[in-house]
T-cell receptor, first 113, second 114 residues
């Protein structure tokens, strides 16, 4: 069985602060994929990033960066210089040999002006 | 790119009434289709998925059912709603059977059972 844990239920930061959203996963698969999705107030989930288990290089996309560490089974997401528009629920997800996405419970990020 | 349409967007139904939520997909053919439920607390639970017309797999036993009458149409139904069926229902579409596939989600249908 696979599991994704997002221990931070809610985070509030002030605009321009950096914030890191934690994601810890469990799986027995050697090949798997990790995802981050954003759910703005409108409701639909928006894809942010996908990583496979063999690629541990960190990735940066604008203000977003991701730190994948297999040794600690973590796939953390950092937003630099946060903006009000970053306010949303963020989901980490895992897909392994069962080929179904397992989502974490999400982290509600609120960026205050 | 894919576009997913879900309706109704909001629904308030009494306990014991029937339910029909519809999802249609544009911009792709032969997609894998999924129904997820997001209850209070925000976790996403996979309810059903379908790899083709008439092919439905259920992940969680419950009083809901799903059907796929056409390639790009996925319907979530219930004959008698329970209070516990309240939640936010999301339809998603993906291609192929690889774990690398990115899902595209619809805007969701919010169901309140009273």
């Amino acid at each position: 069985a696979q599991k994704v844990t997002q221990a931070q239920t809610e985070i509030s930061v002030v605009e321009k602060e950096d914030v890191t959203l934690d994601c810890v996963y469990e799986t027995r698969d050697t090949t798997y994929y990790l995802f981050w999705y954003k759910q703005p107030p409108s409701g639909e989930l928006v894809f942010l990033i996908r990583r496979n288990s063999f690629d541990e290089q960190n990735e940066i996309s604008g203000r977003y960066s991701w730190n994948f560490q297999k040794s600690t089974s973590s796939f953390n997401f950092t937003i630099t210089a946060s903006q009000v528009v970053d306010s949303a629920v963020y989901f980490c997800a895992l897909c392994g040999s069962a080929r179904q996405l397992t989502f974490g419970s999400g982290t509600q990020l609120t960026v205050l002006p | 790119s894919q576009t997913i349409h879900q309706w109704p967007a909001t629904l308030v139904q009494p306990v014991g009434s029937p339910l029909s939520l519809e999802c249609t997909v544009e911009g792709t053919s032969n997609p894998n289709l999924y129904w997820y439920r997001q209850a209070a607390g925000r976790g996403l639970q996979l309810l059903f998925y379908s790899v083709g017309i008439g092919q439905i797999s259920s992940e969680v036993p419950q009083n809901l059912s799903a059907s796929r009458p056409q390639d790009r149409q996925f319907i979530l139904s219930s004959k008698k709603l329970l209070l516990s069926d309240s939640g936010f229902y999301l339809c998603a579409s993906g291609q192929g059977n690889s774990g690398a596939n990115v899902l595209t989600f619809g805007a969701g249908s919010r169901l309140t059972v009273l």
